[in-house]
């Protein structure tokens, strides 16, 4: 692939989302302070011993807002994992196995969408025990249904075509059609996807955090840290707005990617091999 | 209008250049000329034929005359004078005016030219009113008289019905009538019959010249078929890449080609196969199949049909006709509802899940699409490779040399395993699909219309190669068509199929000779000869009318 080609929306998108992931790898070695220690007052406002202020407890919210990177991309990039793999498994599975198969998974997966889902995720996370573990199995699952929807919607459409017809012509199973035939071709629509299921991964886990549901205290994650805040901005304190702030931008950088993706994907018809 | 009416040629074209944009993804855009500098005048009144393979330019240079580049397509130079004005330097006003007034278009797909929420009548004046030319009235008139010189049933009335509740064939001519309403100079037929059955093409090219005579429009005629152009053409012009071949008169193209290439295109289908007598032990027996959709449709109704090892079965018919039903009941796709299929002397599982691997190798297929018949993320190296792979075990070096021997049986070179599908031409890719069915070893392989999507000269290559195919692997074809042409080529055996039953069935001497019944009279008389005045002479002769009406 040639570099000059990438356009700038999405280099801007590479740019700022490495940053992130950089940030989230060396948050040990990049945080000038520890991720829970009280080193001075209580919102303090910016400057040069604390380059974005401090907290509701006086914690710097520099060094928080990199632990919290950490927290929250790792949660998220997890439970984007569960989601894909389960998602994509299940629903390319439906597409061809077919017949009652695939009324069963469909018929689940609309039922557990009929469900708001940050409802759903309250009700369980509320009585199940509240571990990391826990957490991104209830996201990964519930986020698997949209996942699953789309990957079964693209099987279905490859899956008529004759190179398949072939395949089982030749008296193929399933898992040669699935990972062979199927998958290679559904694969850009599902990356794109990828980069849109993550950000709605990170948006879902700052939301059960600001709820209390999330990830608890002290550990420091984005949408924990504008919850602690939010009393701040009453007072004129913005505190709360540099991880708000953060969660959008980060949201943006990876949606440019995701965008830049999406219009490289060919469409089966006329594919351009897959080089 | 500034009509200069000392000018002979009304259609002018004068070098004309067409170029356009390619922007493949993950490439810089780049120009391509795709028409090099093309000139042609054209009479009132007279019908001058575009003919060419794919990517010739023909459709290009038929828009070319409304000021029209299609997707990108931009003209770079030239000139093109209707009524004695350059249109290429008119402005979007006037050619506004000059469009659906002067000059109309006929698409090939009637079917996807109309808008299927309006009646036709309303359609077919629309553009009489537009350009406030008539009265409803007078339009309606005229689009009354139109439907009769079409030969359309009910023409006072069939304007009044909605595109779905007329056929294909009828749905062209209504749209040529909509082309002819507003008493344009010229029309410009875009492959208006390449999209129908044979026995209705001749119905509709009938109408269609019928209707060219009577209102004395003149006409740019597209098409890829040379025989049916020579009946509606006065002039026919062959292009080739964009550039002219060879300009004349059309008896002059037909019997006195200049050209290597417009004789070669004349001459096609020479193909001679001596044919085979039928051995006592068929290989394959399909006895008394009934087989259909669901409980209620039966598509195929009592077919009992032979294949011999080694030779060629040839399964013809129209489009509904059954035949394609016939080959999916085969494979066991589409398990029969009655009857059996006995392979070498043993009764062969109806539905293909159950059928044991080694019945299924015996039994290939090759596709009408070789596009989506080949996975666009696999190398032609992993597509022939596979089923090597699948049935035999084969691995690593060997399975390199076996991939580099089937390129070579069809006649590709062995450097092509490494690149994928849509870097092949149409031939290449349909070359590789009988690569693929080659790889099992079969001793039968379907051929389910595997040369209607191709260029003439390239499905006579494809048809000379699985001739000879044939010959070194003493594999049985049976094979899907609807023309008659391939059928006569190849066939060593014809069932013809007619709605879902056998119309005739036996040996290819046997089913080609007279006394002929009813529908293959009519079907062996549809298919467009190179001759001039075929048409007439069959419209006159022919015992039975055509399903189009």
């Known amino acids: ?275 | 209008m500034a009509t200069d009416q000392t000018e002979k040629d009304f259609l002018d074209i004068r070098d004309l250049k067409i170029g356009v944009t390619v922007r493949e993804p993950g490439e810089p855009p780049r120009d391509i000329t795709i028409v090099h500098g093309v000139s042609t005048t054209l009479e009132k009144g007279k019908v001058l034929g575009l003919i060419g393979e794919s990517g010739a330019g023909k459709s290009t240079i038929g828009l070319s005359s409304l000021a029209y580049g299609r997707g990108g397509v931009e003209i770079t130079g030239g000139e093109v004078f209707i009524n004695g004005r350059d249109i290429l330097k008119l402005s979007r006003g006037e050619l506004n005016n000059l469009r659906g007034r002067e000059v109309c278009y006929v698409s090939q797909s009637a079917a996807a030219g109309f808008n299927p929420a309006h009646r036709l009548i309303d359609q077919v004046i629309e553009a009489s009113l537009e350009h406030g030319l008539m009265t409803k009235a007078e339009a309606e008139d005229r689009a009354r008289y139109l439907f009769e010189a079409l030969s359309l049933p009910d023409p006072d009335t069939i304007g009044e019905r909605y595109p779905h509740q007329v056929s294909g064939g009828q749905l062209q001519r209504v749209m040529t009538a909509m082309a002819l309403c507003p008493k344009p100079d010229l029309i410009v037929f875009d492959e208006p019959t390449t999209a129908l059955d044979v026995t209705t093409q001749i119905d509709v090219l009938a109408a269609i010249k019928n209707a060219i005579d009577v209102t004395g429009v003149a006409a740019l005629y597209i098409t890829h078929d040379l025989a049916v152009v020579a009946q509606v053409a006065d002039e026919i012009m062959v292009l080739r890449n964009g550039e002219m071949v060879e300009h004349g008169p059309t008896s002059q193209i037909i019997e006195a080609p200049q050209e290597d290439y417009t004789r070669a295109l004349v001459s096609v289908r020479s193909i001679v196969h001596p044919e085979q007598a039928p051995t006592d032990t068929p290989l394959i027996s399909m006895e008394n199949i009934v087989a259909g959709y669901g409980n209620l449709v039966t598509v195929l109704d009592d077919v009992s049909v032979d294949l011999h090892p080694g030779q060629t079965l040839a399964v013809v018919g129209e489009s509904g006709s059954g035949k394609s039903t016939l080959a999916r009941v085969l494979t066991g796709l589409l398990p029969a509802r009655s009857g059996q299929i006995t392979y070498e002397g043993r009764t062969l599982t109806n539905a293909q899940k159950d059928r044991p691997l080694e019945d299924l190798r015996q039994i290939q297929m090759i596709y009408q699409m070789a596009d989506t018949a080949m996975n666009p993320r696999q190398t032609i190296g992993t597509i022939i490779g596979r089923p090597i792979e699948f049935y035999f075990g084969i691995k690593g070096a060997e399975l390199k040399k076996r991939i580099g021997e089937m390129l070579e049986k069809i006649e590709l070179p062995a450097e092509m395993a490494s690149r994928y599908p849509a870097e092949l031409s149409g031939g290449q890719k349909q070359r590789v699909c009988i690569a693929r069915a080659l790889a099992a070893e079969p001793k039968v392989i379907i051929c389910d219309e595997v040369t209607s999507a191709l260029d003439p000269l390239v499905a006579d290559g494809i048809l000379k190669l699985l001739l000879d195919l044939q010959k070194r692997e003493n594999v049985a074809y049976m094979f899907i068509t609807h023309d008659l042409a391939t059928v006569k080529a190849i066939a060593d055996s014809i069932a013809v199929m007619h709605l879902g039953k056998l119309a005739r069935y036996g040996t290819k001497e046997m089913v080609l000779s007279p006394p002929f019944d009813d529908y293959t009279d009519l079907l062996l008389s549809s298919v467009p000869e190179m001759k001039l005045g075929w048409l007439e002479n069959v419209i006159a002769t022919r015992k039975m009318e055509s399903a189009g009406n």
């Open chain 1, 1 to 275: 692939m040639d570099l000059k080609t990438i356009p700038i929306s999405a280099w801007l998108g590479i740019i700022s989302a490495s940053l992130f992931a950089f940030a989230a790898i060396f948050a040990p070695l990049l945080a000038p302070y520890g991720m829970s220690d009280i080193v001075g007052d209580v919102w303090e406002p910016m400057s040069s011993e604390h380059l974005l202020g401090t907290d509701n407890l006086g914690r710097d919210l520099l060094s928080r807002m990199i632990y919290g990177a950490r927290t929250t991309l790792a949660i998220a990039a997890l439970a984007t994992i569960v989601s894909f793999t389960l998602g994509s498994f299940l629903g390319m599975a439906a597409a061809v196995i077919g017949g009652w198969s695939d009324q069963l998974l469909s018929r689940g997966v609309d039922l557990l969408m009929s469900i708001p889902t940050l409802i759903f995720a309250l009700v369980v996370l509320s009585v199940m025990p509240a571990n990391i573990l826990t957490l991104i199995l209830v996201m990964g699952i519930l986020d698997a249904t949209r996942v699953f929807r789309l990957s079964r919607a693209v099987a279905v459409d490859v899956n008529v075509m004759d190179f398949v017809e072939a395949a089982k012509l030749r008296g193929e199973g399933r898992v040669w059609i699935i990972t062979r035939e199927i998958l290679p071709n559904a694969l850009s629509t599902l990356v794109a996807e990828l980069g849109l299921r993550f950000i709605f991964m990170v948006l879902f886990l700052s939301a059960l955090s600001f709820l209390g549901l999330g990830i608890q205290p002290p550990e420091a994650d984005w949408g924990g840290m504008v919850k602690e805040n939010k009393d701040g901005i009453i007072f004129g304190i913005p505190a709360a707005l540099i991880p708000a702030g953060a969660i959008a931008l980060l949201a943006i950088s990876v949606n440019l990617i995701a965008d830049w993706i999406l219009n490289r994907t060919t469409d089966l018809k006329g594919g351009r091999g897959g080089n």
